[in-house]
């Protein structure tokens, strides 16, 4: 648990607002979404009321324009037709006719020609001249009608050249002498040149301007642009001229106002800006108070986890004073969190007689040296009862990474130090007990070895006696009583070796030649090997090995091996019965192999090999392998086993290779 979680109970949790944006069902999201939408809503009202209103201006403007036009064509095409009248008045020379035909198309520049015919239609006369593919008279048709009309009559639309004027239309006057029809008098009027000089710029500016046949064709236009859609029209019937002319002016495009389209795509951004940013701020406060919700929850986990523990908390900052304790750490100390939090060394579950150790120990945490694996103290609770901890330092580190103090977990290790020591008891209790049980198995090994000495210590006190009743001189008796002595020391030499074997000792750690303690250990299996009828090898370097270890009880690993090798091999033909022991240096270690040709170890009973009261032979208690293991773990080595490959097994083990052993 972090310790700045203290600042927050589980009261705090209960008083936190309730989590209602969880549900989505939050009023205050709800009304303001809900008035977000109203504007929204009104301002596409607004802006569909104001296109509307744009759009209706924008027609009756262009009908207000279209009908300008249509009138002021209309009076141009009146105007022609009142000077084209004026010709028709009195008789005229050809030569002034021509000349007053010219005056008229200088001032209207859409009268292209003008042209006289006769009573029968024939054409008399034309300004400017007509060449030879010009039309020679009226059609009957036209004719009988401007005579019985008695008024000008416009023709239906057609091409004139494919030059700029391109279009045109006919305008024919009656010409009447006493009420006489004596004529009739022609104007080509150029469509083109029309609209080109009564249209003004700044209609054309906003339009596209076209004359339009009866099929609807276009056929003359005014335009400054070439349009690529369609945009707002009108269409007018363009009277007198009749024959289904009509007129239509066309909008570039539509009209639009570009500071209120502005303004209003400004709140529609803003608009959609604040749902983006409420929608945000619900997603936040969602995310704060699902995060809050997991917070409780992992706080009131951690709280139930910590009460529950048997190991004790407690947190310090960088000075060393305590800052949270879990409830263990309280009741391993007997004292209340109110006395434990805030408190600075010496602490007031320091034992007094402790108190330089444990001084040391706190200076070491607090400079970042505490042992990776932990140390031990003794703390006092306030009964005064003194109990064994077992305490690991960790770097206490903040959520920006900065180390902010530390914290400690507290075992108490009472129980299981005395029950260490009970173990212990009773493992050297096992290990003296298999030794006596391996001097036992080797009795008749003593005996031989002890047999040879004290024959030969009476074989040699009889011949002194007799020597000494016969007179023998003292210097030759001196040899005698020599080697006397000699085998009196190996019997005494014998009867101390199986006494520090079987007595019972605190192990001591010393200098231990290996090689010495190996010769020495074959030797008492020399009956034994003979009486088995199996070869005994021994393999050793040269150079001395010197080994940091209890002597007596490297010898009982080595004896236990040796015979469990021999009773491995009672079922092996006598001549393949064969048992090695060497020894090499390995690193800064050095190793020991015990080699036999038996029978193996099945994968079954590997499993278990080293684990007490654990046996493969019939009367074995299954001490044996177990006790050697922690003899040689209490070196500091190993032992382990391997198959041999010519059948058996091989037993290892290592020991630490002594200081300044070279």
């Known amino acids: 648990m972090i310790p700045g979680m203290m600042k927050q109970s589980p009261a705090d949790f209960a008083r936190a607002p309730s989590p209602a944006l969880l549900t989505g069902r939050n009023p205050v999201f709800s009304l303001s979404l809900l008035a977000i939408g109203g504007i929204i809503l009104l301002l596409g009202v607004l802006l569909f009321l104001l296109q509307q209103r744009d759009a209706k201006e924008q027609r009756e403007t262009l009908i207000t324009d279209v009908l300008w036009l249509e009138q002021g064509l209309q009076f141009q095409l009146s105007s022609d037709t009142e000077k084209l009248q004026q010709l028709t008045a009195g008789t005229w020379t050809a030569s002034q006719a021509a000349s007053r035909a010219a005056v008229v198309m200088g001032t209207n520049p859409e009268i292209q020609r003008i042209r006289w015919y006769d009573a029968r239609g024939t054409l008399v006369a034309s300004e400017p001249p007509a060449g030879d593919a010009a039309p020679q008279g009226l059609g009957e048709t036209e ?16 091409q004139l050249s494919t030059g700029p004027d391109r279009w045109g239309i006919d305008l024919v006057l009656p010409i009447f002498r006493d009420n006489q029809f004596v004529g009739a008098l022609g104007g080509v009027i150029s469509l083109d040149a029309l609209l080109a000089n009564q249209v003004p710029w700044w209609l054309t500016a906003r339009y596209q301007v076209s004359l339009l046949d009866g099929s ?26 009749g024959h289904d002319l009509s007129l239509r002016i066309m909008a570039y495009h539509d009209a639009t106002h570009l500071a209120r389209n502005i303004i209003a ?7 959609a800006s604040a749902i983006a940013g409420l929608w945000a701020t619900l997603r936040q406060a969602r995310r704060r108070i699902a995060s809050e919700q997991a917070l409780k929850e992992e706080y009131l986990f951690r709280k139930a986890m910590e009460d529950s523990l048997n190991v004790g908390l407690r947190a310090r900052d960088m000075d060393g004073k305590i800052i949270y304790v879990n409830p263990a750490f309280c009741k391993m100390v007997e004292r209340p969190p109110e006395q434990l939090v805030g408190a600075t060394p010496p602490m007031p579950y320091w034992a007094p007689d402790e108190l330089e150790r444990t001084l040391e120990a706190n200076r070491a945490t607090l400079s970042g040296q505490a042992p990776e694996g932990g140390f031990e103290l003794r703390f006092q609770r306030a009964s005064g009862e003194r109990f064994d901890a077992l305490i690991h330092e960790a770097p206490l580190i903040d959520a920006s990474g900065r180390q902010t103090g530390w914290m400690g977990s507290v075992v108490d ?13 009773e493992q050297d209790k096992l290990q003296h007990t298999a030794r006596l049980i391996s001097m036992g198995e080797m009795a008749s090994t003593l005996a031989h070895e002890l047999n040879q000495p004290l024959a030969a210590i009476v074989n040699y006190s009889a011949g002194c ?15 005698a009583l020599g080697k006397l002595h000699a085998q009196a020391l190996r019997a005494g030499q014998i009867i101390r070796r199986v006494h520090d074997f079987v007595r019972k000792r605190e192990p001591v750690l010393a200098r231990c030649a290996i090689d010495d303690l190996i010769r020495g250990t074959v030797e008492f299996f020399g009956p034994d090997v003979r009486r088995r009828r199996m070869a005994l090898k021994v393999s050793l370097p040269k150079v001395p090995l010197i080994a940091a270890a209890d002597r007596i009880l490297v010898e009982q690993v080595i004896i236990n091996l040796l015979r469990n090798g021999m009773e491995a091999m009672t079922q092996t033909e006598p001549k393949q019965r064969r048992l090695d022991i060497a020894a090499r240096e390995v690193d800064q270690s050095i190793e020991i192999a015990v080699t036999d ?11 278990h090999l080293f684990e007490p009261f654990v046996t493969t032979k019939i009367e074995g208690m299954g001490i044996g392998l177990n006790i050697c293991r922690s003899i040689i773990e209490f070196h500091g080595g190993r032992l382990w086993h391997e198959d041999n490959p010519g059948g058996g097994t091989i037993f290892r083990f290592t020991l630490p290779r002594a200081v300044n052993a070279a």
Do not use: C, H
């Not at 007799?466 to 007179?471: D, L, T, V």
């Not at 029978?599 to 009973?605: K, T």
């Open 265 to 271: 795509a400004a709140m529609l951004l803003l608009a």
């Open 413 to 425: 290790i009472t129980e299981r130090k005395r029950a260490d020591e009970r173990a212990r008891q």
């Open 597 to 607: 040709r038996g029978r193996g170890i099945s994968p079954e009973a590997a499993a």
């Open 465 to 479: 006696q007799e020597a000494i009743k016969g007179g023998m001189p003292l210097a030759e008796i001196s040899d």
């Open 216 to 241: 609807g064709r276009r056929i003359v236009d005014k335009s400054n642009v070439d349009l690529d859609r369609s945009g707002p029209s009108y269409e007018v019937p363009l009277d007198p001229p």
């Open 143 to 158: 004719l009988a009608f401007v005579r019985k009309l008695g008024r000008p009559v416009f023709s239906a639309p057609r």
